[in-house]
C-alpha cells in the first residue's frame, strides 16, 4: 500500500508504516484525478469493476462530526 495526502500524518497509519504494510508514503502529496483514473483501469483491466450501486465510499475520517441528536447529549451532559 502506498498513502498520499494529509491524512497519512494520523497515528494509526504511522504504525501501519512501522510494521511494514505500507511501502511508502507521501504525507505532503495531494493525489489528483488522472492518478485515480489509472487506478481504475488497472483494476478494470483485471476484472475488478463492480455495479455502481454497489459502491460504497472509504473515508479516512468518517466520523467528523456529530449529529443534532449527538450534539444535543453532550451539551445535556449525556
Do not use: N
Not at 494529509?6 to 495531494?30: H, K, N, R, T, V
Request: aromatic fraction near 6%; proline fraction near 6%.
Amino acid at each position: 500500500m502506498v498513502g498520499i495526502g494529509s491524512g497519512f500524518q494520523a497515528p494509526a497509519w504511522q504504525e501501519l508504516m512501522a510494521s511494514s504494510l505500507m511501502l511508502a508514503c507521501d504525507p505532503d502529496g495531494l493525489p489528483h484525478a488522472a492518478d485515480l483514473a489509472r487506478l481504475a483501469a488497472a483494476a478494470w483491466e483485471r476484472g475488478e469493476a463492480i455495479a455502481p450501486d454497489q459502491l460504497e465510499p472509504a473515508y479516512l475520517r468518517d466520523k467528523v462530526a456529530l449529529t443534532s441528536a449527538e450534539q444535543a447529549l453532550a451539551r445535556a451532559g449525556k
